[in-house]
């Protein structure tokens, strides 16, 4: 199993250590936002072809430019998007900065999404009025390999949710020491936690949210 590692987290002005909580290495994202441009003027030019015919070259054009740039906008948006643990406070960074503070958050779920046969595992963090939702990815598996956040990454986020007794944190922070736990026993991946809830989840569906008390049940069903 490739797990990813991670070097030491940044120090912020305020003078607590930022943890990263993303995965993807440079290379990788590099991809994803040429594949994703690409695809975008696929699509576009797709739409503003059709429309040409129809319409004329400059109605074409705009129609082209009008579904091309929105898409790219995602891509570049998704690109742009870093997640770092600062304390107990998540930090969301694409052309601005959310925070949203762990222990005092509304809800928290599990969610596994599967794109094309790789698996993800997220904690969905909702913050409750204004403050939105935020999407951790903790673990990514495609058959019986994949990426996982760092040691320091999973304990740090462990340690900021288990004070959150309104969202169940304490059941989400027993959930990621064990997965440490089983990372230190050097468990193969098959036995590991995160990758048995990704199992767990029914195939053909394109996200699966476990509800706090699925989660609770699953995690007092697990080796101490």
Not at 16 to 42: K, M, N, T
Not at 182 to 193: M, T, V
């Amino acid at each position: 199993m490739c797990v990813s590692g991670e070097a030491g987290g940044e120090r912020s002005t305020s003078g607590s250590e930022r943890i990263p909580l993303y995965a993807a290495d440079p290379a990788v994202r590099r991809r994803r936002v040429v594949s994703g441009l690409v695809g975008a003027v696929l699509v576009g030019a797709a739409f503003g072809g059709l429309a040409g015919l129809l319409g004329g070259q400059v109605v074409g054009l705009v129609v082209g430019g009008v579904v091309a740039l929105p898409v790219a906008a995602l891509v570049l948006t998704n690109a742009r998007r870093q997640v770092h643990l600062e304390g107990t406070t998540v930090l969301v960074r694409t052309w601005g900065t959310r925070r949203i503070d762990l222990v005092t958050a509304s809800r928290i779920d599990l969610l596994v999404t599967d794109v094309r046969g790789s698996r993800t595992v997220s904690l969905l963090v909702n913050a409750g009025g204004r403050g939105g939702a935020v999407k951790i990815d903790v673990a990514v598996y495609a058959g019986t390999g994949g990426r996982e956040l760092g040691v320091l990454a999973l304990r740090r986020l462990a340690d900021a949710v288990v004070n959150n007794l309104e969202a169940g944190g304490v059941v989400f922070s027993e959930l990621l020491v064990a997965q440490l736990r089983a990372e230190a026993r050097g468990d193969a991946a098959a036995d590991r936690p995160l990758y048995r809830l990704a199992s767990a989840a029914p195939t053909g569906r394109f996200a699966q949210r476990f509800s706090m008390d699925a989660v609770s049940r699953f995690v007092a069903g697990l080796e101490r």
